[in-house]
């Protein structure tokens, strides 16, 4: 299922925030929110220096097993922000 929120508008910043399962072409945009993050978060949040997504790695933070492994995207403005996953 998909969730939209609305921010209010503040200033120049309006629009919504889409939360959606990753799906099919979610790679790219996987791809798209590593590319925005800084080198320091990259490694927070992998642990170890990351400078690009492997292959692997792009594959197993796309995929879902419904029930079992949830990923999650943000999208703003047409553009993702986030990503998330449960297991």
């Not at 969730?3 to 072409?25: I, N, S």
């Not at 170890?48 to 949830?70: C, H, K, V, W, Y």
């Amino acid at each position: 299922p998909r969730r939209v929120y609305q921010r209010p508008e503040q200033g120049r910043a309006k629009g919504a925030l889409v939360l959606r399962p990753v799906g099919a072409g979610g790679g790219e945009l996987v791809q798209r929110v590593f590319a925005g993050l800084s080198s320091r978060s990259a490694y927070l949040r992998f642990h170890a220096a990351t400078p690009r997504l492997s292959e692997r790695s792009l594959q197993r933070l796309s995929r879902r097993e419904p029930g079992r492994i949830e990923a999650t995207l943000a999208i703003f403005c047409g553009e993702p922000i986030g990503h998330g996953m449960c297991m």
